[in-house]
């Protein structure tokens, strides 16, 4: 009787199943998969164009730049200015300049290195719509 007892027990130690190396494998697998997601985030394409400034007329794209005497407009070898008033950058006459210029083309904004980022959030917002709320600007690109 003791025999069959030993016997039964090692039937029951044998069958049971080890689930440590099965935990292993999925941990490993798990790991691949965030590792290869990420890695293909990091690899997508950016459609992203440079505008070039040659070129003259409607099709040219609209460049502004801040530097600290105020604003410079240009469009292909159209050169526009609006002066600093009071010390402030001029956004209602920026909008007057931007408004005939709107026809289709896109607009580039860059600051010099002494302009401060509000500015130049406050420029970008400012070329967005005109005075009225018409939409003026609506794609704004950082050059």
């Known amino acids: 009787m003791t025999n069959r007892k030993l016997r039964a027990e090692v039937e029951a130690e044998t069958g049971e199943l080890t689930l440590v190396p099965y935990l292993d494998i999925l ?33 040219a794209p609209v460049s502004v730049v801040i530097d600290e005497s105020g604003y410079v407009i240009r469009q292909g070898e159209q050169v526009a200015t609006v ?25 580039l904004v860059s600051a010099a290195a002494g302009v ?9 917002d400012a070329a967005r719509t005109t005075a009225d709320g018409r939409p003026l600007f609506p794609d704004v690109t950082l050059e």
């Open 116 to 124: 401060q980022f509000e500015v130049l959030v406050a420029t970008m």
């Open 27 to 59: 941990m490993n697998l798990i790991l691949f998969m965030i590792l290869s997601m990420t890695g293909l985030g990091a690899m997508k394409v950016i459609n992203a164009t440079r505008a070039s400034g040659q070129g003259s007329g409607a099709g």
């Open 83 to 107: 002066p600093l008033r009071n010390g402030a950058w001029d956004q209602p006459a920026l909008k007057t300049v931007l408004e005939p210029l709107r026809g289709g083309s896109r607009l």
